[in-house]
Nanobody
Framework: QVHLAESVGGSVQAGGSLRLSCAAF????????MGWFRQAPGKGREGIAS????????YYSDSAQGRVDISQDNAKNPLFLQINDLKPDDTAVYYC????????????????WGQGTQVTVSS
């Protein structure tokens, strides 16, 4: 089993930056891919960035490309998400997730989830 715990998000002014972290506990094999998702009010959950942990290979969704950076500590734990130039549309609950199958940018089959953390961006 894998347990994931995101850091506290918070409220940020538009144009600012925020760094989230996700600590992972449990079997390393089960988190070959780790990803960040978000769910905005009234919308479905979308994958925005993912990482093949053993190869440091990164993937970004079109909506996140350019403003988002996913990274991991040298010890491959925790996982980070840096979001720059925040916009009110970035307001969402952010989740980290993990899976042990390949194709990290296939966001449909992540099976380990954190509890989520709220990020609110004000204009």
């Amino acid at each position: 089993q894998v347990h994931l715990a995101e850091s506290v998000g918070g409220s940020v002014q538009a144009g600012g930056s925020l760094r989230l972290s996700c600590a992972a506990f449990g079997y390393t094999y089960a988190r070959k891919c780790m990803g960040w998702f978000r769910q905005a009010p009234g919308k479905g959950r979308e994958g925005i960035a993912s990482l093949w942990t053993t190869r440091d290979q990164y993937y970004y969704s079109d909506s996140a490309q350019g403003r988002v950076d996913i990274s991991q500590d040298n010890a491959k734990n925790p996982l980070f998400l840096q979001i720059n130039d925040l916009k009110p549309d970035d307001t969402a609950v952010y989740y980290c997730a993990a899976k042990y199958t390949l194709y990290c940018d296939d966001y449909s089959d992540y099976n380990y989830w954190g509890q989520g953390t709220q990020v609110t961006v004000s204009s």
